[in-house]
């Protein structure tokens, strides 16, 4: 079977950046998605179409089709007093907050200055090309009720 919209893909992948450097990856056929419903990023899923299983293959995904590029407005200077309690802020540290139109985002302080903490909203990876070499360990169909929930469910059935 190849890999089309509403289909169940089980994958091994390595991410890598640019320079070489390991960001992620799965080598043990637990990453699952189903095909079409927007569960990994536009390209790589979209690299993938007509794929089967056995299939390996070397993706380089830009920051428009991975996690966008990088937004400067999203890089924010706030004071130093919205982080009482946690007076061990430091760079790098990542926190959940909420985003003016109220949705929940993760930002992460990029800088702490004597009263004021740089943060930044944007995904860890916007801006960053991603390199993926995937291995297609197996291709099916997905059930009605994985369709209808716009997820892989276990092989029990639902699980969430």
Do not use: C, W
């Amino acid at each position: 079977m190849q890999i089309a919209p509403n289909s169940v893909v089980t994958l091994h992948y390595t991410l890598k950046d640019n320079e070489g450097n390991l960001i992620d990856q799965s080598d043990d056929g637990s990453f699952l998605y189903l095909h079409g419903a927007m569960n990994i990023i536009p390209g790589l899923e979209n690299a993938l179409v007509g794929k089967a299983a056995g299939d390996e293959v070397s993706v380089s995904v830009s920051p428009e089709e991975g996690y966008g590029v990088k937004d400067p407005e999203r890089i924010q200077e706030v004071p130093k007093e919205m982080f009482e309690g946690n007076e061990d802020i430091q760079a790098g540290v990542q926190f959940h907050a909420q985003s003016p139109d109220g949705a929940a985002v993760v930002v992460t302080v990029v800088e702490v200055k004597d009263d004021v903490v740089v943060i930044d909203g944007n995904h860890a990876l916007a801006g960053v090309d991603l390199n993926f070499d995937v291995k297609i360990i197996e291709v099916r169909e997905a059930s009605d009720e994985e369709v209808t929930h716009g997820h892989v469910h276990g092989p029990h059935g639902h699980q969430h």
